[in-house]
């Protein structure tokens, strides 16, 4: 029964860092608007392509953060599973 609290307190924690990472990720509106040459004056498609370019790059290294962190996550998940597995398998013994 104590096994079945754990997983769903580590899936909510997975589930809560998913959310946390996603809370700004679907602002398409802003991104269509900040693309928009119109309220840039004076900036050439050539500068446009390199900011765009410099915003997949950046959102890129986000990415590529939040995907270090949950790797992290799940090696201290499975750590705290082996850990679950040792005491359980002392309180069989006594």
Known sequence: MKNIFIKIFIISVVFAVLSAANAGAGNDENFREAEDLDNYP???NLQSAQLNINLASAI???NL???????K???RLDKLEASIQ???Q???RR
Not at 65 to 71: A, E, K, N, V
Request: zero cysteines; a negative charge.
């Open 60 to 62: 890129h290294q986000e």
């Open 86 to 88: 040792r005491i359980e």
């Open 73 to 75: 996550i799940e090696e």
């Open 90 to 92: 002392q309180v069989v």
């Open 42 to 44: 004076g900036i050439t």
């Open 65 to 71: 953060q939040i995907i270090q962190f949950l790797q």
